[in-house]
Each structure stands twice: as C-alpha cells, then as structure tokens.
C-alpha cells in the first residue's frame, strides 16, 4: 500500500539510540501506510547497520543530509527525499507515542501544521528536573507576541508550508531553529494546530555538560530571533539594567539548595551566556 505520509528523522551519530525511535514507530497503533526517511548529517557511527535492523518492519531509508552541518540541513534534506507531501518530524533520541502518527495524519486532514505536547521524566530522569521547560506540556509553546510554536521534534505539516516558508533556515543556530520556522509561517498566516494525542517522550541531556551546551545553544538562537525580526514587544534592557539584571541572576545562586537547584541555576545561565555571546557577535540588544 503507498505510504500516505511520511516520517522525516534528523540524525547524527544516533546508531547507540535510534532504535527505540524505530521500535516506537514499528509498533503504531491504527496507523495509515507511512515512509520512515532517516536524513544522516555526516554520521560517523554504525547508523545504516542500526537502520537495517528494521527493514523488515519498516519503510525505512537512509538518505545523506551531509552536505551542511546542522538539524535544519537534515530536516530539509529528509523532506525533499520524503516520498508523499505529508511530512511528520522527530528526532533520533526521542520516542514517540503509539498513536503518534495517527493522531498526526488525521490533524494534517484539516490542519496545515501541527505539534502535539512533549513529556521529558521517562527518557531524562533528574536531568528533567534541571531546565526551565514543563515536564509534561498541555499546549503549544508561545513566544513574543502571542505567537505559538511546537518542537522541532513533534512537528507535522503539510509540504507546501515547507515550500512557501522556504524550509529551516540552515543558519540559524541550533536551539530556537524551529521557533524561526514558525514565526515565517506565521508571517504567511500558518497557524499550529494543537494535537494532545501526538505525543512525544522528549530526551534531555542526561549529563550536566550536556545540557548545559544545549541551554547555551537556546540562549543563542534566542539572541538571532530577535535580530532577525525585532519584535516592537520586546524592549532590550539598557546596559544598565542589563547588569543589574545579571546581578540578580548571580545573587541568586542557590548556596543552601539541593544538587538539583544549583544545576537548575546553571542551566539559567548557561541560557543567559548564550544569549549575551550571540548578541554580541551580531551587534543588537540582547533581548
């Protein structure tokens, strides 16, 4: 039967975890027929030999997405080579729910684009714990100005929102690449769908230097989107309030907190270095 939809998994070095996301989607519920485009970014682990272990179970390929470095090369790379114009998106890390593809396939019925809420415990365990997102999400994420986005990783659309945004920006840095997709959909009057049953085990950095490189990266593609579209929202702070905000920051280190507490104060501002770097490198405000 022809695939009616096809998923689309941005890879790099995830031979060691890969897996589980194939399995998850081996064993969909109620599915429609699907492709599975596995998009590898330059590799050098075993991922095609990870990859033929499901073959037998499903559509699955491996295309090369190695000629750029960066998550938005590959998302590209794998929606060009998908075989139908409905295109889901997740990670290699991540696991999806049995009804994931589903719930997903029936929302693009209606909906040009969709994300679905993401739960962090059971793949992150305390790590989980450490960043400023919600451990079970109910909603889409907003931004400045009422505008709302899903995650890069549990994102369904059509193709020709791909086509007319003009695909993910392979420039952007790593962290917010998916929030500058969004906004350009919105600018052409996309809105996201919300679909509570497209749900996503999302894997946080298990290890403190891990996560920390993945807030910093947040922290620098904050600093690009407003660059890139200065919002009249938001007000950079003056300089001055600028350091008095960094202070606070500082004077707020939890001396007498738990281990827990002192790596959520790191995650902070391992965001907030990230931001102000960027911001610098690109002469704005940093917002």
């Known amino acids: 039967m022809p ?9 790099f070095n995830a031979a060691h975890v890969i897996g589980h996301q194939l399995g998850a989607l081996a064993d969909q519920v109620d599915t429609p027929a ?7 970014n330059g590799s050098t682990d075993d991922l095609a030999g ?14 090369d997405a190695s000629r750029g470095r960066g998550v938005s090369v590959a998302r590209n790379v794998g929606i060009e080579r998908a075989q139908t114009d ?4 997740c990670d290699a890390d991540d696991v999806v729910a049995p009804t994931w593809v589903r719930a997903f396939a029936d ?36 931004t400045w100005g009422g505008r709302t986005y899903g995650l890069g990783g549990n994102t369904a659309m059509r193709r020709e929102v791909w086509e007319r945004v003009g695909g993910y920006d392979e420039g952007f840095p790593a962290g917010a690449e998916e929030i500058d997709f969004a906004w350009r959909a ?33 922290g620098r593609g ?39 507490a002192r790596r959520m104060w790191l995650t902070l501002m391992a ?17």
């Open 271 to 287: 965001f907030e270095a990230g931001k102000l770097t960027e911001a610098r490198r690109l002469g704005c405000p940093a917002p």
């Open 107 to 142: 929302a693009l019925d209606v909906h040009h684009l969709a994300s679905g809420p993401a739960e962090t415990v059971s793949l992150s365990g305390p790590s989980a714990g450490w960043v400023p997102i919600d451990q079970l999400s109910t909603g889409l994420y907003e």
């Open 34 to 40: 699907f492709d599975v485009v596995v998009a590898d």
């Open 222 to 260: 904050t600093a690009t989107l407003y660059a890139k579209f200065r919002p009249p929202e938001v007000v950079p702070k003056s300089a001055l309030r600028r350091a008095h905000h960094e202070l606070l920051l500082l004077r707020r280190f939890p001396w007498r907190g738990s281990g827990d």
């Open 50 to 63: 990870a990859v033929d272990q499901w073959t037998d179970r499903l559509d699955v390929r491996v295309v």
């Open 86 to 89: 409905r295109i889901l998106i």
């Open 3 to 11: 695939a009616t939809c096809s998923v689309v998994i941005p890879t």
């Open 186 to 218: 919105w600018d052409l009057g996309y809105r996201f769908a919300y679909v509570p049953d497209a749900l996503l085990h999302y894997r946080i950095r298990t290890d403190l230097r891990g996560v920390l490189r993945q807030q910093y990266n947040s």
